[in-house]
């Protein structure tokens, strides 16, 4: 396991004080601001009849969307608490979603996953950009290694312009809002990694950008003037080495 016991312990704290009360985490926006646009990028490019991997699910809000775009859907985390609230959320949904949790820099874990489930596809929302500098190569490769030769990614990571939006929210007259106080109380870094580093990342780790865009992903936590915070992105469509098919 390559992430620190530090990291994993933050985000088992958060989720752990988190409620199942929709949209408590921060990201936790509606499928409609977030999956749903997502998807639409990414069909073109993608079969339905495969399996879709979303990597970070948290409580599932966008897996539990995905499964009923996609033949099946499957949501890990690294936080057990996470898993629990995901798992909660689909069995009072009714949601085909199945989840799991995984540690994205286990390399034998998620090779596992791929024996699996076999070449699939991959959502994945913001994660690369807070997790730890050493660890960010094993999470890129672990989207290379879920897509294999067929499946195909999608990815949206926050840029450094999402800092100056925080910074803004940081210094409202009452500080920073409550959601994203707990993001900092917890030792989570938003936005942390360089802009430049994301796109070559996913490049260095075998894949190829076949699209990609800019685009803002909304918070659900708002400025002191009542305005949503929604913070800068760029989305990636990606494929494996072997591009046809």
């Not at 704290?13 to 926006?29: C, F, H, M, R």
């Not at 312009?161 to 707990?182: D, F, I, M, W």
């Not at 992903?217 to 080495?241: C, N, S």
Request: overall charge negative; proline content about 5%.
């Amino acid at each position: 396991m390559n992430v620190s016991q530090d990291y994993q312990n933050a985000w088992e704290s958060y989720w752990q004080e988190t409620s199942d009360a929709p949209g408590e985490a921060i990201w936790d926006s509606a499928p409609s601001l977030a999956s749903v646009p997502h998807t639409e990028l990414l069909l073109p490019h993608a079969d339905t009849a495969r399996t879709i991997v979303d990597l970070g699910c948290g409580n599932g809000t966008q897996t539990r969307y995905l499964a009923t775009r996609f033949a099946h859907a499957v949501g890990v985390d690294l936080s057990h608490a996470a898993v629990d609230h995901a798992r909660r959320a689909g069995e009072e949904n009714g949601s085909a979603a199945a989840f799991q949790q995984l540690d994205l820099t286990d390399t034998e874990a998620v090779r596992a996953l791929h024996t699996r489930l076999g070449d699939s596809h991959v959502y994945m929302r913001a994660v690369i950009h807070q997790s730890e500098p050493h660890a960010r190569v094993a999470v890129a490769s672990a989207v290379a290694e879920i897509i294999g030769a067929q499946g195909r990614a999608f990815v949206v990571e926050l840029t450094s312009a999402s800092r100056q939006v925080l910074q803004r929210a940081v210094e409202g007259p009452a500080g920073p809002p409550p959601k994203l106080r707990r993001v900092f109380h917890h030792g989570l870094k938003p936005a942390d990694a360089a802009d430049e580093e994301i796109p070559r990342l996913l490049r260095e780790v075998g894949m190829t950008i076949l699209d990609s865009g800019d685009t803002a992903l909304p918070q659900t936590e708002y400025m002191a003037d009542g305005t949503r915070i929604d913070l800068p992105a760029r989305w990636f469509v990606l494929a494996g080495r072997d591009t046809t098919g």
